[in-house]
């Protein structure tokens, strides 16, 4: 079976900024995820996550966003769309992600495949809290991510069912 790492990334003290890390942790909440999906809180990316994410099968991150769309707006993107989106950097993390991916390929442990599930963020000011929009749209992201891991043959289930 394939190996899938669920990365959420973002800082999670600049409001909807850390919306990726919030998305990762519902999604672990809300689902047993089988032994093949491993769920990590990237933070703020940094290189430390190279071993973490060498030679995974698919790369499911989530991640805010600025793809113009409107606050709030939850896009999906995969493969080829996702290093055009990192060219119009928004935030030093993104930076940290370019660069581990790019060492995975030079390593030639890249995942075969990338998602992302991003989230406009609507407020980037210093907060815990994500801003009441984007909060609002926490359970699409996050439903989102569960079909793409459905897509990928992987049973979704709650806890205790």
């Given at each position: 079976?394939?190996r899938?790492?669920?990365?959420?990334v973002?800082?999670?003290?600049?409001?909807?900024?850390?919306?990726?890390?919030?998305?990762?942790?519902?999604?672990?909440?809300?689902?047993?995820?089988?032994?093949?999906?491993?769920?990590?809180?990237?933070?703020?990316?940094?290189?430390?996550?190279?071993?973490?994410?060498?030679?995974?099968?698919?790369?499911?991150?989530?991640?805010?966003?600025?793809?113009?769309?409107?606050?709030?707006?939850?896009?999906?993107?995969?493969?080829?769309?996702?290093?055009?989106?990192?060219?119009?950097?928004?935030?030093?993390?993104?930076?940290?992600?370019?660069?581990?991916?790019?060492?995975?390929?030079?390593?030639?442990?890249?995942?075969?495949?990338?998602?992302?599930?991003?989230?406009?963020?609507?407020?980037?000011?210093?907060?815990?809290?994500?801003?009441?929009?984007?909060?609002?749209?926490?359970?699409?992201?996050?439903e989102?991510?569960?079909?793409?891991?459905?897509?990928?043959?992987?049973?979704?289930t709650?806890?205790?069912?």
């Amino acid at each position: 079976m394939n190996r899938v790492i669920v990365l959420g990334v973002g800082n999670i003290l600049l409001r909807d900024e850390g919306v990726g890390v919030r998305v990762v942790e519902a999604l672990a909440e809300r689902y047993d995820l089988p032994p093949e999906v491993e769920v990590v809180d990237g933070g703020t990316v940094g290189m430390d996550l190279l071993d973490t994410l060498a030679g995974c099968d698919h790369l499911l991150i989530c991640d805010a966003v600025q793809t113009g769309a409107p606050p709030a707006t939850v896009v999906k993107l995969a493969d080829a769309e996702i290093p055009a989106l990192f060219q119009a950097r928004y935030s030093p993390h993104q930076l940290g992600l370019s660069e581990v991916l790019a060492t995975l390929i030079l390593m030639e442990e890249a995942p075969r495949a990338i998602t992302l599930i991003g989230v406009v963020p609507a407020d980037m000011e210093l907060g815990a809290e994500l801003s009441p929009e984007v909060a609002s749209v926490v359970d699409e992201a996050v439903e989102m991510a569960a079909t793409e891991l459905r897509t990928l043959g992987f049973p979704l289930t709650p806890p205790g069912a």
